[in-house]
């Protein structure tokens, strides 16, 4: 069965950086799309970015400004998010996503796998 960890979450402060990691087992890696999702209290779960584990195309959502950068490691089925120069409006608990089955990459209802989330926590 398709499992996905992710990891790198923390606490840090306004300006700083975290970089998260999303290890995607089964098969559910390969030629396909692998995208972040993130969710703030009160929130909607919103599309951060995607990628294609071999194509190099990449997708991002809004309000980030260049800050964030997905990437990947086909080796190691691992999809990672730089997050630079965090800002407190980026706290939200982060989601990778894994599985897709076509529609917008960066829409809930594209994967079919989720990961249990990693917390990140930006201060002022």
């Known amino acids: 069965q398709v499992q996905l960890v992710e990891s790198g979450g923390g606490s840090v402060q306004a300006g700083g950086s975290l970089r998260l990691a999303c290890v995607v087992s089964?098969?559910?890696?390969?030629?396909?799309?692998v995208a972040w999702f993130r969710q703030a209290p009160g929130k909607e779960r919103e599309g951060v970015a995607a990628?294609?584990?071999?194509?190099?195309?990449?997708y991002y959502g809004d309000s980030f400004e260049g800050r964030f950068t997905i990437s990947q490691d086909n080796a190691k089925n691992t999809v990672y998010l730089q997050m630079d120069s965090l800002k407190p409006e980026d706290t939200a608990m982060y989601y990778c996503?894994?599985?897709?089955?076509?529609?917008?990459?960066?829409?809930?209802?594209?994967?079919?796998?989720w990961g249990q989330g990693t917390q990140v926590t930006v201060s002022s």
């Open positions: 089964g098969d559910a890696y390969s030629n396909t799309y």
């Open positions: 996503a894994a599985d897709y089955r076509g529609g917008g990459v960066l829409n809930v209802a594209a994967f079919n796998y």
């Open positions: 990628i294609h584990t071999v194509r190099s195309f990449i």
